[in-house]
Structures are given as structure tokens and as C-alpha cells.
């Protein structure tokens, strides 16, 4: 069993960590400052560190589940991917079909294209599939679609 540093103490919540409504209140600005970065740039300039904030956010609480499970004994790496994949998989094909269906109205015939592609590669969840050097996305970053995908892979 690996030994915690004295510094690192954890609560017994019998398999959840307990509801932080301050933990919810900076999700919500987190969220808040990317909308509105996008719906008005030049208002909400810096708008995108709202996504470092939530991926704080979601370090220091996968952590604690990760530490908490280590003290207790209970940690496995395959049943935390599965946990993970099935959090975040509905949602990723949920979005990824709503942007093929727009997509379909929307997008001349090779972005559509395009955006097939990357639809594909999307659940790797892969920073690879959105590099400047893959064949398949040779655009521009500003106008490539579903690369913020990538970030849920860090």
C-alpha cells in the first residue's frame, strides 16, 4: 500500500467526496468566462482561462477520489477509466452527432468532410488528432472545429 504524506488527509465519505457548493460556484464562473469569451471576444478578452480554472477544478477532485480510494485500498486504474469513459463518452456523442447534423446544413462539402474526420478521432480524446501536422487537419487553429476535444486527454 502506498504511504500518504503526512500533509494529505483525507475524510472518510463512504465512496464520494462530499458536495462543495464553493467547488460549484467556480465551475460556474469557470463555464460563465469561456461562453461569454466566445459569444463576445472583445468583452471577455481573457474569457478562455476559464478553462484552466475548470481543469483545476477537475484535478484536485479526481485526486481526491484517486487518494481516497489509495488509502482505502480500493484503487484500480481500469475501474477509474471505465468511470471516466462512462461520464464522459454520452455527452462527447451527444455533441459530436448535433455537430454532424448542423454540420450537414451549415458546412460546405469538404469541411464536412473535415469535420467527419475529426468526429472519428474525437473519442481518442487525443492531443495527436488535433496537431498542426496531421493530414487531416491542415487549416488554421482558429478555424479548426471539435480541437477543444483534446483537452479532456490532459
Partial sequence: MPVLPAFVSIRP?????????????????????????????VLMPGGFIG?????VI???LITSIILE?????????????ARR???IFPAL?????????????VLVPYRYEQLGRRSLLAPRLSPTSCSG???????????????????LSE
Fill in 58 to 60: 477537475s484535478g484536485y
Fill in 69 to 81: 480510494r489509495l488509502e482505502a485500498q480500493r484503487f484500480s486504474f481500469a475501474e477509474f477509466y
Fill in 85 to 87: 469513459v462512462l461520464r
Fill in 93 to 105: 456523442i451527444i455533441m459530436l452527432v448535433t455537430c454532424l447534423i448542423v454540420g450537414w446544413f
Fill in 133 to 151: 501536422n496531421s493530414p487531416v487537419i491542415s487549416i488554421p487553429p482558429r478555424r479548426r472545429s471539435l480541437c477543444s476535444i483534446c483537452g
Fill in 51 to 55: 478553462v484552466d480554472v475548470f481543469f
Fill in 13 to 41: 465519505t463512504h465512496g464520494k467526496i462530499r458536495y462543495r457548493p464553493d467547488i460549484d460556484g467556480l465551475r460556474a464562473l469557470a463555464v460563465s468566462s469561456v461562453v461569454l469569451f466566445h459569444a463576445f471576444p
